[in-house]
């Protein structure tokens, strides 16, 4: 890694804001990876549910320490690479491994064993992952000091993270398919390894090609040794606190709890629905429209959606951008009603338009599914012969508007706290501490989501064990599905309605930080 060197921090190059975005990309395949592999602790390894469970919660709690941890240490490293980069490119290498080494489990040993061994590698795991990931939201928020080059650079590379989740819900379907793996405990086992020599290959390049602030001469860090470990708790202590009296950030925590909770409480009722509703339990049925419904959903966010939201807030600013785009999203939420219901499906296979697209969508896929087949991927295929569920892809690009506007304007955000932060508070400035927040509620979001998540499917009388569901659950699903997204959505529309660091203010800021650092 060449030494940093001082930068105007005003537009990002092309290769850094490549290589940031491939960083992304890493930041949501691990977790995303994480997530559907973890389905097989069940299915292949015949792990208990309630075990399954605590492998999925447990460590959470270990991650919601150790990212203020990694935060703290980033701010006060001293090294001729910088602060962040050092950690990124070890962080990458050991997520990697790690990641490997995890899913490395047969379903011959105990359950015990297994537990214990996932548990273990979980830990390590995690311990790589905030290496690589609260560094590296810290050296976004410092690449450049521009108001509206900071939303370009994390619309730029939140796209390149969506292309993640336009793979990983394929992978439940490749592990799960016999023509491509032999067992399922073999298809995680494999795969993981493809993944993780990815996240590995491309987690490394934000160290190598990435730029942040020059801190060679930053005052009042801290110094990292054994013998300061004592005073340094003391000292993290005491950033969280800072940052905990950010008004504005507050604010933006705030709303990312409520938008994303929301979302992530729901994520997995529309694959409920399409299975339980519209195909009447039938799995076979159902066939690939899940896997679809989730791709299309990255692919509309990706080129379609954050590109415009990224020209709101050059427009009208961020907040305002914010809250249009969750308009949006609850637009799209409540047209779920009416695009996942079965009889205007059906109608709409009926006019010209439905048979024109059931026509073409199945000839495209006739003429594909031999190349398909000679490659191993004839799960890829759409079968249209019966109709097909299309209404479903109708709200996907306003409901995209939601977590498309949130994390591309947040982040972006959070990087003028940090600004704020260093004008009221000092040096150093502290963008690892913001991140691992910022981060930590994010995850905090997730596990209560899984949890209420689980707790709204029991109380509509969801039965994981029935082939099919009572109407009376599948309509109660349905409300669910809509009324919980759009009313933590509107919370965040009020919770960021005052929200005070205006561009103007930002420019103030960096003017008024400019000057006391004795800068051009």
Do not use: H
Not at 177 to 203: H, K
Not at 214 to 227: I, T, V, Y
Not at 384 to 409: R, S, V
């Amino acid at each position: 890694m060449s030494q940093v060197v001082n930068t105007t921090r005003g537009k990002v190059p092309a290769l850094q804001k490549f290589s940031f975005g491939a960083g992304q990309l890493v930041l949501n395949l691990l977790p995303g990876a994480l997530g559907f592999f973890s389905f097989f602790l069940l299915t292949a390894f015949g792990m208990d549910p309630f075990l399954a469970g605590l492998l999925g919660g447990l460590p959470r709690l270990f991650d919601a320490i150790t990212d203020p941890i990694m935060g703290f240490v980033s701010d006060n490293t001293s090294s001729r690479w910088g602060r962040r980069r050092p950690y990124i490119f070890v962080g990458a290498i050991l997520s990697g491994i790690f990641f490997i080494l995890l899913w490395q489990l047969y379903p011959e040993n105990s359950q015990t064993y297994n537990f214990w061994y996932f548990l273990i590698f979980s830990l390590l795991f995690l311990v790589g992952n905030t290496m690589f990931a609260t560094p590296l939201v810290g050296l976004g928020y410092e690449m450049t000091s521009d108001y509206n080059e900071r939303t370009r650079l994390m619309a730029f590379s939140n796209t390149m993270g969506q292309i993640a989740w336009m793979i990983v819900p394929w992978f439940w379907v490749i592990i799960a398919n016999p023509e491509i793996f032999e067992t399922q405990d073999v298809g995680v086992r494999q795969l993981s390894m493809y993944v993780g020599g990815a996240c590995v290959a491309l987690g490394i390049l934000p160290a190598l090609f990435c730029r942040g602030i020059d801190a060679s001469n930053m005052e009042n860090r801290k110094e990292l040794s054994l013998k300061t470990i004592f005073s340094n708790l003391t000292e993290l202590l005491k950033s969280i606190v800072q940052v905990s009296k950010n008004k504005p950030f507050m604010r933006l925590c705030s709303a990312t709890f409520l938008v994303f909770n929301g979302f992530q409480m729901v994520a997995a009722f529309s694959v409920y629905i399409i299975v339980f509703y519209m195909f009447n339990g039938s799995y076979e049925l159902a066939g690939t429209w899940p896997a679809w419904f989730s791709t299309i959903t990255a692919v509309l966010t990706a080129f379609l959606v954050i590109p415009i939201i990224s020209a709101m807030s050059n427009k009208w600013g961020k907040r305002k951008a914010f809250i249009i785009s969750t308009v949006i999203s609850i637009v799209g939420y409540i047209l779920k009603w009416w695009a996942f219901d079965n009889t205007l499906n059906e109608k709409f296979n009926q006019t010209g338009l439905g048979q024109s697209l059931n026509s073409a969508v199945g000839s495209l896929f006739e003429f594909l599914n031999p190349f398909l087949e000679s490659i191993g991927m004839s799960w890829f295929s759409i079968d249209t012969t019966q109709g097909a569920p299309w209404l479903i892809f109708l709200p996907i690009p306003l409901i995209a508007f939601g977590l498309g506007g949130l994390f591309t304007l947040m982040m972006s955000m959070t990087a003028d706290v940090c600004d704020l932060d260093e004008l009221e508070n000092g040096m150093p400035r502290k963008e690892g501490t913001f991140g691992a927040i910022y981060w930590w509620m994010v995850k905090l979001g997730q596990a209560l989501a899984l949890v209420l998540g689980g707790l709204v499917l029991k109380l509509v009388g969801f039965d994981q064990n029935a082939a099919t569901q009572t109407a009376e659950t599948m309509v109660n699903l349905r409300i669910a599905d809509i009324a919980i997204p759009a009313i933590t959505a509107a919370l965040a529309i009020y919770a960021m309605w005052n929200y005070s660091l205006s561009e103007e203010r930002a420019k103030e800021i960096k003017k008024e930080l400019v000057s006391r650092r004795g800068e051009l």
